[in-house]
């Protein structure tokens, strides 16, 4: 097996140790890698698995998990730069995901549609991203959603309802194309 250059082992130390530093208030599991600056608001649960890797060095990835909440990354998963992940009660993104640049995810819509009651925040739902999920960039993800494992949701689509396992989804809202 050929040995891997000097600037790339310096590189990956570097990006464990960032991961050490930028996500002190989490849970982290070994080998959690970051490239850049995220924005952390962690006044729950953060908890990062096993060789989890992270970018942010083009735009901030934001992780935001509130009082009492809880936010899942599970191992081996992938977060690109720009992604927006908010948890007031709970986000679990199963292992082996990989998350496309710009996506965004939020279990709570923060506010009603009544204009009488824009102030208020409705209740929130949880969102489960199941086992080697993909999705592409630009996706949002709303309240109440679970992927199922091994499915794809196109770039640029919204998430509204819950898509079975194996699918290949998209749109606006997001539909199954087809099965995997």
Known sequence: MPSRPLTDIVSDILAVLRARWYLRSATLGPRVRLWGRPAISNYGQLIIGER???VSTIVPLELAVAHGARLEIGQGTFINYGCSIAATELVRI???CNIGTYAMIMDNDFHR????????RPPSAPIILEENV????????LSGVTIGAGSVIGAGSVVTKSIPPRSLAAGVPARVIRQL
């Open 52 to 54: 989890a890797r992270l």
């Open 113 to 120: 549609l009544e204009p009488e009651r824009r102030q208020e």
């Open 134 to 141: 993909w999705l592409g960039g630009r996706v949002t993800v």
């Open 94 to 96: 199963g292992p082996r």
